[in-house]
């Protein structure tokens, strides 16, 4: 894998996510709005594809569903999924490139 393969998938992560926050904010404006919302699941679909720093970006800062149960207790474990699949990547890319 190259340095640009590299830059291009962090690039591709940074748009995934700017996307998912997007989303979650427009969300947050109809809820404002009294307008049509996006669904729990599309917003936690969203998250677990790959937006769940976006989406957890999106839940501080703009205070979206902080209090809405299960939701929140969802995309928290969205987030350890990919922390542990961060981690198991990296180790076993570790193992491959020192290997």
């Known amino acids: 894998m190259t340095t640009a393969d590299i830059f291009k998938i962090i690039a591709l992560f940074m748009a995934l996510n700017a996307f998912v926050f997007s ?3 427009l969300d947050k404006q109809a809820a404002r709005h009294h307008w049509r919302r996006t669904s ?4 936690l679909a969203l998250a677990f594809v790959g937006g769940s720093l976006g989406a957890v970006c999106a839940q501080k800062l703009l205070r979206h569903k902080t ?3 299960p939701f929140r207790s969802i995309l ?6 990919h922390a542990a699949a961060a981690l198991l990547l990296s180790a076993a890319l570790g193992c491959v490139v020192l290997g």
């Open 40 to 43: 729990e699941r599309t917003l």
């Open 67 to 69: 209090q809405k149960e």
């Open 23 to 25: 989303v979650y904010f």
């Open 76 to 81: 928290r474990a969205i987030v350890v999924f």
